[in-house]
Nanobody
Framework: QVQLVESGGGLVQAGGSLRLSCAAS????????MGWHRQAPGKQRELVAF???????NYADSVKGRFTISRDNAKNTMYLQMNSLKPEDTAVYYC???????????????WGQGTQVTVSS
């Protein structure tokens, strides 16, 4: 079983920065793509950014130039550096990963956990 545990959320003023972490643990052979998602109150969950196993990245237009996704494969950990935060970035942030385990490829997500990011104006 693979688990994703996030950390790093909090309350910050507009223009500030936060760094989120997502650590994967369990029976992991390797991790392919990883992604950050967010869901604001009353809105659908959206993909914020993802990073492939080879390090290619892609961002939602709303965060391009402000957020940076990265990963440390040795630690099975992904990060999201969020700069120039705006009130509209307020949401619960989740992470996901495509993981190769002894039983095959599994898509896992921290959907039951998440970390709250609140940006005050």
């Amino acid at each position: 079983q693979v688990q994703l545990v996030e950390s790093g959320g909090g309350l910050v003023q507009a223009g500030g920065s936060l760094r989120l972490s997502c650590a994967a643990s369990g029976s992991i052979f390797s991790i392919n793509a990883m992604g950050w998602h967010r869901q604001a109150p009353g809105k659908q969950r959206e993909l914020v950014a993802f990073i492939t196993g080879g390090g290619r990245t892609n961002y939602a237009d709303s965060v391009k130039g402000r957020f940076t996704i990265s990963r440390d494969n040795a630690k099975n950990t992904m990060y999201l550096q969020m700069n120039s935060l705006k009130p509209e970035d307020t949401a619960v942030y989740y992470c996901s990963a495509e993981v190769l385990t002894p039983t095959g490829v599994s898509e896992v997500g921290s959907w039951g956990q998440g970390t709250q990011v609140t940006v005050s104006s």
